[in-house]
């Protein structure tokens, strides 16, 4: 950034420097040619977005009659995978092909749910944006004004319909909220985005008459009647939307729509940084798919800015590319918490190509060096060549802001690794899953979060929205409440790392408290302590990859036709002995075994659950104890060795209200252990 610019944007105004100043600024687009020039990746890059834009010049551009409807609704009803756009049997209609049993869906776009056709015609919308940046780079970097004129045909045309597009939300109300061309102010930012960034790329190309008649007819309508009007506080969706604002605001030299975007006091870029990036670097929400998913609305207007003066990449934004390597498992995937899939950190490695351009931190380079340099980030952004690097070992780690706490032991993917959640609920995108776990080992996941689904279907809140399709506690089949759990202990004793959880009010009158301690590579120890106020269903879940083996005999059980439990397939119940072995093959080779320890008094229920994104069939077994408390030990032999458990008297302690737990643990390896649940020093070696 020149002296000039910087002091512009110290005193509060916006620099306006020649077009293009969004995407790419003039130094970035001779960067940009320079790299195509010298490096054979960027080349290859080139090439295939060279060929993409040649194709648009050929491709009639036709806008849809209508928005589009919902991406969540576009999914099987029966088996929740997405669905296929087949062929077209009509102007604007498709057949719609289930990929698991190729069922045949048809559009009816008088109910939402079914308007399939509409969810088609959000694709088509979306093409056609991403149209107009890619030819405008390619613009830009051959100067034919054939990509030009081809953008120009798009941006005009959608500025002829724009405003006749009727606003609609995902149930087809016209209601602020919804969009034009999408179902959602968020849909119109996600779309605006790259329109704003292709206009700017050829903007020097358009009449006056042309720019008056997109900005009066397409950007300002968009920005004033669809994004402006719907307000949110501190929300990944709202950082879609300043940055739609944002970028129209800097295309245009409206400094009163930057202001909007990055200065509002309410739902600002920097208000937002400011209190939706925790200590951790996660993103409040608690997801990591909306994690990546708020960076990717970030970095539009954060570079844009850059462009024009102004310093938007600050600690915040840095804290956010830093806290996936911190938080993935060893395979570099993110686990599948709350509203997420699994994320895989070598699939989303094109945006850390910005990342590394601008912070040139080392730990990123490891993730970039995982793979190809085929990004559009690579090749807008990414240094022409990277140094080499090699990755750091994980450690075990307690995360207080982000309320994870991981145990790690072993090397690379080689590892066993656990991160239990004890923290911020995370609002509308969290789970009822205080003190669930996942647990990965050898290059698999073996106790997973289930993830979820899309959120049109019923599935979602009759099972991936339930506590028991997580590892963790459900009170009289009912989910828990959505609170804040908090640590109680972290740390390494005698080379073991433990953890000790209170999962906080999750229900009235219940206290559950989990302490977790890996004893190596190969031996996870989870014990469990419940206590109510009153007599109980305590029903505590654990799911485990694989196959059933050697299932102990039981007789079968029909669930309640509750939220979770009615998901349940291939139900058997028995009465639990003092020691309950389980153990689950995965994969034809690995076999996981489980010893459960519980009263007496409770049962053993065992059935088959549900993963997201998947017609995989995850084993579940839930001990169910009614009464006042439970105690519950697992103990997981990740190779399939188990240990000898013996319970130890154990007078309750001062003023608890947990059922004591004391037990010692004989490993395979011949170590003994003695864990005192609950304690704040929970294990020693005996």
Not at 73 to 101: F, M, N, S
Not at 153 to 181: D, F, M, Q, S
Not at 191 to 198: D, E, F, H, V
Not at 495 to 501: G, I, P, W
Request: proline share 6%; with cysteine.
């Amino acid at each position: 950034m020149s002296y000039a610019l910087a002091a512009l944007a110290v005193c509060g105004v916006v620099a306006f420097p020649q077009h293009p100043r969004l995407l790419l600024s003039r130094e970035g687009v001779d960067n940009l040619i320079r790299r195509i020039s010298d490096c054979d990746w960027a080349r290859a890059c080139w090439e295939v977005r060279k060929k993409r834009a040649d194709g648009l010049l050929q491709k009639k551009f036709e806008p849809p009659p209508r928005g589009g409807n919902w991406y969540h609704w576009y999914a099987c009803p029966k088996h929740g995978d997405r669905l296929i756009t087949g062929k077209q049997i009509g102007p604007w209609e498709w057949e719609h092909v289930c990929p698991v049993d190729k069922e045949v869906f048809r559009g009816d776009p008088s109910d939402p749910a079914r308007d399939y056709d509409g969810c088609a015609i959000a694709s088509v919308h979306s093409d056609w944006s991403y149209a107009v940046r890619d030819l405008g780079v390619a613009y830009q970097v051959t100067g034919d004004r054939r990509y030009a004129n081809k953008a120009r045909e798009i941006l005009l045309g959608y500025a002829e319909v724009y405003e006749k597009y009727p606003l609609h939300t995902v149930r087809n109300e016209p209601k602020i909220g919804g969009g034009k061309v999408g179902a959602q102010s968020l849909d119109e930012s996600v779309w605006l985005i790259p329109i704003c960034q292709g206009a700017d790329l050829i903007w020097d190309t358009l009449s006056e008459d042309e720019r008056q008649t997109i900005t009066q007819k397409l950007l300002l309508p968009a920005v004033n009647q669809v994004i402006l009007p719907h307000k949110l506080g501190i929300h990944n969706i709202q950082c879609w939307k300043n940055s739609a604002v944002g970028l129209v605001g800097l295309l245009l030299g409206d400094e009163e729509l930057v202001k909007a975007a990055v200065d509002d006091p309410e739902r600002g870029y920097r208000v937002q940084m400011a209190k939706g990036v925790t200590a951790d670097g996660q993103w409040w929400e608690g997801t990591w798919g909306y994690h990546f998913y708020t960076m990717w609305a970030l970095w539009p207007l954060a570079e844009a800015a850059r462009n024009c003066g102004i310093d938007l990449y600050n600690p915040e934004l840095r804290r956010m590319f830093d806290a996936p390597l911190k938080f993935a498992m060893p395979n570099l995937r993110l686990p599948a918490f709350s509203d997420s899939r699994e994320c895989d950190l070598k699939a989303s490695r094109g945006i850390y190509e910005l990342g590394y351009a601008r912070y040139h931190d080392p730990a990123y380079l490891p993730l970039l060096h995982s793979g190809d340099r085929i990004s559009d980030y690579a090749f807008w952004f990414g240094e022409p060549q990277l140094p080499s690097a090699s990755r750091q070992p994980t450690k075990s780690a307690n995360f207080e802001a982000s309320g994870y706490a991981i145990l790690t032991r072993g090397d690379d993917e080689d590892a066993t690794w656990l991160c239990l959640k004890y923290g911020p609920y995370g609002g509308g995108h969290g789970h009822p899953d205080k003190l669930s776990f996942v647990l990965y080992s050898r290059g698999e996941v073996v106790a997973p979060d289930p993830g979820t689904a899309y959120y049109g279907l019923p599935i979602q809140a009759e099972w991936f929205r339930t506590s028991l399709a997580h590892n963790t506690l459900v009170i009289d089949e009912t989910s828990q409440n959505a609170v804040d759990g908090k640590m109680k202990a972290f740390g390494s004793k005698d080379d073991a790392d433990f953890v000790v959880a209170d999962a906080g009010s999750i229900y009235d009158g219940v206290k559950f408290v989990r302490t977790a301690v890996l004893l190596n590579k190969n031996l996870l120890v989870v014990a469990d302590q419940v206590s109510a106020d009153r007599p109980r269903i305590i029903d505590i879940a654990y799911h485990q990859r694989g196959e059933w083996v050697d299932l102990p005999p039981g007789r079968s059980w029909e669930p309640p036709d509750k939220p979770g439990y009615k998901c349940l397939e291939n139900v058997a119940v028995r009465e639990i002995e003092s020691q309950t072995v389980l153990a689950t093959r995965l994969g034809g080779a690995q076999t996981f075994r489980v010893c459960v320890d519980a009263p007496r008094s409770s049962q053993l229920i065992t059935a088959m659950g549900r993963i997201c994104d998947s017609q995989e069939r995850v084993p579940c077994a839930i001990v169910r104890t009614i009464g006042k408390e439970s105690t519950v030990i697992w103990a997981i032999a990740l190779d399939g060795k188990l240990p000898r458990i013996e319970r130890l008297s154990q007078e309750p302690l001062a003023k608890s209200e947990l059922p004591p737990l004391a037990f010692r643990v004989k490993a395979a390896d011949g170590s003994m252990w003695r864990i005192i649940a609950g304690s704040t020093n929970p294990v020693r070696r005996w």
